[in-house]
């Protein structure tokens, strides 16, 4: 383990979980919700506001980051941390999502991969150790072991052999790691949705030795009823006494859903990106200010909620800079939208310490069924 970074489950209903994972930079209270700030800015927030929504840890991405403003640029600056004005626990992911993804002209080798940025064309190279020192130069509090992520549809056997290569390269991860007090290492575990390939890659990490472990290649595309279907069994795959993350989720029934199984971690963009395009999350179901049956009304987007867009604005209000295209709709739907997030992990957190998660998940599915106020 990590010198200076633990983790202290307190208590459990059913797989549920929650508890403490200490790091030097501050504790982080689980189930936890991570913020996604991509290029080192959770768009539209300033970091004191992120924190304010109930925040203690953000996600910033490697690959993005080697790209611009570059790694060895911000190390020079003084880090992440200082770079962004955020003095909490950071977790960066490895970048191999976002080189499936984004990146173009893709030459994949036992090495690593070899691409092209999508930003001007420029010439990369992405392998185990380089994200490690990526991510080392960005001083990331949590750093995520490089994997591959086949692009779905995928067979069987292309789903296992990516499996394969990825353990292969979380032990270079791992080695490339070194021994660095203070900054924990977490493997990701693959396998697609077959039960034998994940419980492969779960005994290939725990083999290995991490800080915690992702259950990843999931969130993508394969539909939620199958993403269940999965973490009905995988996070068992992992030691109890580590923390696990679902990379990459989600909206609010794929969380409550996803801590009912047993999961500690999660991250989207989608709190944020839905507040730019005038989603708004509440605990009846989403919100759409666009609309036109918002031009009128004074109530707020949810008469329950505490953030600054719900206590100082009216849905008109929210409705009319959506349609100017004012830079404060985006800011304040992203605030309401981050605040829901981590106000419904606080509420996950309290029902399993008080062993009525049953009560609190049926609720939370009650007012959704309900769905949104009627306009006046």
Same mark, same amino acid.
């Given at each position: 383990?990590?010198?200076?970074?633990?983790?202290?489950?307190?208590?459990?209903?059913?797989?549920?979980?929650?508890?403490?994972?200490?790091?030097?930079?501050?504790?982080? #209270?689980?189930?936890?919700?991570?913020?996604?700030?991509?290029?080192?800015?959770?768009?539209?927030?300033?970091?004191?506001?992120?924190?304010?929504?109930?925040?203690?840890?953000?996600?910033?991405?490697?690959?993005?980051?080697?790209?611009?403003?570059?790694?060895?640029?911000?190390? #020079?600056?003084?880090?992440?941390?200082?770079?962004?004005?955020?003095?909490?626990?950071?977790?960066?992911?490895?970048?191999?999502?976002?080189?499936?993804?984004?990146?173009?002209?893709?030459?994949?080798?036992?090495?690593?991969?070899?691409?092209?940025?999508?930003?001007?064309?420029?010439?990369?190279?992405?392998?185990?150790? +380089?994200?490690?020192?990526?991510?080392?130069?960005?001083?990331?509090?949590?750093?995520?072991?490089?994997?591959?992520?086949?692009?779905?549809?995928?067979?069987?056997?292309?789903?296992?052999?990516?499996?394969?290569?990825?353990?292969?390269?979380?032990?270079?991860?791992?080695?490339?790691?070194?021994?660095?007090?203070?900054?924990?290492?977490?493997?990701?575990?693959?396998?697609?949705?077959?039960?034998?390939? +994940?419980?492969?890659?779960?005994?290939?990490?725990?083999?290995?030795?991490?800080?915690?472990?992702?259950?990843?290649?999931?969130?993508?595309?394969?539909?939620?009823?199958?993403?269940?279907?999965?973490?009905?069994?995988?996070?068992?795959?992992?030691?109890?006494?580590?923390? +696990?993350?679902?990379?990459?989720?989600?909206?609010?029934?794929?969380?409550?859903?996803?801590?009912? +199984?047993?999961?500690?971690?999660?991250?989207?963009?989608?709190?944020?990106?839905?507040?730019?395009?005038?989603?708004?999350?509440?605990?009846?179901?989403?919100?759409?200010?666009?609309?036109?049956?918002?031009?009128?009304?004074?109530?707020?987007?949810?008469?329950?909620?505490?953030?600054?867009?719900?206590?100082?604005?009216?849905?008109?209000?929210?409705?009319?800079?959506?349609?100017?295209?004012?830079?404060?709709?985006?800011?304040?739907?992203?605030?309401?939208?981050?605040?829901?997030?981590?106000?419904?992990?606080?509420?996950?957190?309290?029902?399993?310490?008080?062993? #009525?998660?049953?009560?609190?998940?049926?609720?939370?599915?009650?007012?959704?069924?309900?769905?949104?106020?009627?306009?006046?």
């Amino acid at each position: 383990m990590a010198s200076g970074f633990g983790f202290d489950l307190k208590a459990t209903d059913g797989a549920a979980r929650t508890g403490v994972i200490h790091t030097p930079r501050g504790d982080i #209270r689980t189930p936890a919700f991570m913020p996604v700030g991509t290029a080192a800015t959770v768009k539209a927030m300033l970091p004191e506001s992120v924190r304010a929504t109930g925040a203690d840890i953000l996600l910033g991405n490697t690959y993005h980051l080697m790209l611009r403003p570059t790694a060895e640029r911000i190390a #020079r600056l003084g880090g992440l941390h200082k770079f962004m004005n955020w003095d909490r626990p950071i977790l960066t992911d490895s970048g191999g999502f976002q080189v499936m993804s984004l990146a173009s002209l893709r030459k994949l080798t036992e090495e690593g991969v070899r691409f092209s940025s999508h930003i001007d064309g420029s010439k990369h190279m992405l392998s185990p150790e +380089r994200s490690m020192e990526i991510q080392k130069l960005l001083g990331s509090d949590i750093v995520m072991c490089f994997d591959e992520c086949p692009a779905l549809p995928a067979t069987e056997a292309e789903v296992a052999k990516s499996m394969a290569l990825s353990m292969r390269w979380a032990q270079r991860s791992r080695d490339a790691f070194g021994d660095r007090p203070g900054h924990a290492l977490f493997g990701i575990m693959q396998g697609g949705v077959t039960r034998d390939l +994940r419980e492969e890659s779960a005994k290939a990490l725990t083999a290995i030795g991490f800080d915690g472990y992702a259950v990843g290649g999931l969130a993508v595309g394969e539909g939620q009823e199958a993403m269940f279907s999965v973490l009905d069994y995988a996070p068992g795959f992992l030691p109890a006494d580590k923390p +696990r993350y679902l990379m990459g989720v989600g909206k609010p029934d794929d969380i409550v859903g996803a801590v009912e +199984r047993g999961i500690d971690m999660m991250d989207c963009v989608l709190p944020s990106r839905s507040g730019r395009t005038g989603q708004a999350w509440t605990r009846r179901g989403q919100v759409n200010i666009k609309n036109a049956r918002h031009m009128d009304d004074p109530r707020p987007l949810d008469e329950n909620c505490t953030c600054p867009a719900c206590r100082s604005y009216s849905r008109a209000y929210l409705h009319h800079v959506f349609r100017a295209q004012e830079m404060i709709s985006g800011m304040l739907l992203t605030w309401h939208n981050l605040h829901y997030y981590q106000e419904l992990m606080q509420g996950l957190r309290e029902a399993i310490a008080a062993g #009525r998660l049953a009560d609190f998940v049926a609720a939370f599915h009650a007012a959704r069924a309900e769905g949104d106020i009627e306009p006046l």
